[in-house]
T-cell receptor
């Protein structure tokens, strides 16, 4: 019930294309859903986050779509660039408690 | 740079030795979290600490692993009698414990057991 399932495991996208990463959760107590970006040799960095009372949040080329009834959320990277090549983790946590549950990660490669 | 500082960046230990990983949280952060990342895998929660208190250690192996966050100084993750399966990247994160949620991660310590 604490799991967050993430797909695909890896993704190759051409420069300028749209990268889409999907996540699903089971615990309806989760009320905050961040995405993290990790470059090789570095720690994960918070990219964008959403609460379940919002269906979509956009920051620059990054958009989170949230479907509360389906318990699914996704990250869309528009106009993908080689510099976006990294591993992306979806995550979830619930209010008042700080422990974050991470998905298994998606390794994105954007090719020129 | 006032980010989360972890040291050492790389640590090599022989089987049976002790590994000590240190984490200094960001200034103003009093909550520290340790995660373990195995190659090609996600981050697995280990332990959540506040100053002088362990809040949640549900992800810590029952034996050989311990963590502390003293009143003064960094948080320490200690692994006694290391085995090859302990080889992983260990990440520390910190936050204030208040809104907005989210962590600031350090760059990790990569432990290799030979």
């Amino acid at each position: 019930q604490q799991q967050v399932k993430q797909s695909p495991q890896s993704l190759i996208v051409q420069k300028g294309g749209i990268s889409i990463i999907n996540c699903a959760y089971e615990n309806t107590a989760f009320d905050y859903f961040p995405w993290y970006q990790q470059f090789p040799g570095k720690g994960p960095a918070l990219l964008i986050a959403i609460r379940p009372d919002v269906s979509e949040k956009k920051e620059g080329r990054f958009t989170i779509s949230f479907n509360k009834s389906a318990k699914q959320f996704s990250l869309h990277i528009m106009d993908s660039q080689p510099g976006d090549s990294a591993t992306y983790f979806c995550a979830a946590l619930f209010g008042g408690y700080q422990k974050v549950t991470f998905g298994t990660g998606t390794k994105l490669q954007v090719i020129p | 740079n006032a980010g989360v500082m972890q040291n050492p960046r790389h640590l090599v230990r022989r089987r049976g030795q002790e590994a000590r990983l240190r984490c200094s949280p960001m200034k103003g952060h009093s909550h520290v979290y340790w995660y373990r990342q195995l190659p090609e895998e996600g981050l697995k929660f280990m332990v959540y600490l506040q100053k002088e208190n362990i809040i949640d250690e549900s992800g810590m192996p029952k034996e050989r692993f311990s963590a502390e966050f003293p009143k003064e100084g960094p948080s320490i993750l200690r692994i006694q009698q290391v085995v090859r399966g302990d080889s992983a990247a260990y990440f520390c994160a910190s936050n204030t414990g208040r809104e907005p949620y989210g962590y600031t991660f350090g760059s990790g310590t990569r432990l290799t057991v030979v």
